[in-house]
């Protein structure tokens, strides 16, 4: 219940947030602003967005490395897509966990399979989130309204703890001598050292790849590592608010810490742009990937996928 009450007051300080910076706003400057913004920039912005979609599809490689579970490569990736995109929109439950299962069970994996492929693609995931938010908050380098720094002590804190964690995480693969775990009936087999590395390389290109798609759309008045560590807040903001694609987290954390130093129209029409070109396109792409993907899945009597995915 505590946990509850928490979340439900953090929730209500993001809405008092939200509103206390947008009420005195006028939307007919943000669509100026957003129109503003040109085709070229929108265009790069979407190339990019992909980019971190085709990044993310890769968490799913390693664990199909780590599973030893022999769905082809371009099927695995297509998977973790649309799944990424289906999450970022309606929620982890549903798209991160709740669909790979579906998609997964369908082309004959395991429950026990598809549990390791979403544990590893969620350290993979965090890991790297975990080394960006650890070096911004621990070095407090990023300058904020005012002059301010993400960098008070209790930042600074947190952040030595997030880098200490990942520390740990590869320490643990590198060293230790007992390979293999039991978690609640789940057999967990620890990465080797290189794939912990790369774990962390590919999931930290991922989110620097996300900071750039926001830094482009705001115009790149504000410095791009600032941009990069108020949207690592904003995304671990939405994560416990626990709002489907962080609506209204994701605005009311950047109007908050950057609303002194750039104009509320401009970062609103920057963010509205952000949800177009990395939530929606996206999320049209990934349902009809997901019509594809389920019309190349086996009937249900039949052991393997279709022959056509490899020919496609």
Partial sequence: MLRRLLVLGFFALIVWLLVSRTRAVDWSQVWIALQALGTPVLLASLLLSLLSYALYGGYDLFARHYTRQSLPKALTAAIASICYAFNLNMGAWLGGIGLRYRLYSRFGLDRGTITRIVGLSLVTNWSGYCLLAGIAGSF?????????????????????????????????????????????????????????????????????TMGLVVYLLLGADIAYPTVLAVLLLSGIAGAV???????????????????????????????????????IAPLALAALGFAFVEALAPRRDSPTPRKTWRNT
């Avoid at 301010?148 to 200490?164: F, K, M, T, Y």
């Fill in 241 to 279: 608010a626990h709002v489907p694609a962080g609506l209204g987290v994701i605005e009311a954390v950047f109007l908050a810490l950057l609303g002194d130093v750039m104009a509320d129209t401009e970062l609103l029409a920057g963010l509205l742009a952000y949800r177009a070109v990395y939530y």
């Fill in 140 to 208: 407090g380098f990023v300058e904020l309204a005012d002059g301010g720094r993400i960098g008070d002590l209790g930042l600074r804190l947190i952040g030595l703890a997030l880098l200490l964690g990942v520390t740990a995480y590869v320490a643990l693969c590198g060293v230790s001598r007992r390979r293999s775990f039991s978690l609640r009936g789940t057999s967990v087999t620890l990465p080797s050292l290189s794939m912990a590395l790369a774990q962390i390389a590919l999931s930290t290109a991922n989110w620097m």
